[in-house]
């Protein structure tokens, strides 16, 4: 009995610091506690059905070209245009997508963060979020 009775204080304890952690994250605005508010996120995405392709594209950006430029050249979908997919609701992406895109913190074209390669039903992605809301 007192094994589990010490289990379930070590249980009490962890969720009593998760707590105070989202505290510390949400009161400074950063964290995944500032993160999970958001219900929609502008993302622009480079889509490349090789992973070979991906994976080249995804070096160009880590080389300091700019997002925008690298989408145009290497990008196989609608969005060649900077790769921008405009405002995305949560529940309109494909579950690897979205759970990608809401994770990343926004960031501009000329220095952009990304994802790593996310792989769908459509192809290897490489993903950066804008804006957040």
């Known amino acids: 009995m007192a094994k589990k009775a010490a289990a379930s204080n070590n249980k009490n304890d962890k969720k009593a610091k998760s707590k105070d952690e989202d505290s510390e ?3 400074s605005g950063k964290g995944k506690g500032g993160l999970k508010a958001a219900t929609a996120v502008n993302v622009r995405h480079i889509l490349c059905e ?6 080249e594209a995804l070096t160009k950006i880590q080389e300091g070209i700019a997002f925008n430029k690298v989408a145009q050249e290497y990008s196989e979908d609608k969005a060649k245009a900077g790769g921008s997919l405009g405002w ?7 579950g690897a997508f979205q759970d990608a895109a809401f994770a990343l913190t926004p960031s501009t074209v000329d ?5 790593s390669l996310v792989k769908t039903n459509f192809g290897y992605h490489i993903i950066m979020v804008e804006g957040r809301r």
């Open 88 to 94: 995305m609701v949560r529940g309109s992406m494909v």
């Open 25 to 27: 994250e949400k009161s």
């Open 50 to 55: 090789k992973h070979s392709k991906a994976t």
């Open 111 to 115: 220095k952009p963060i990304v994802s």
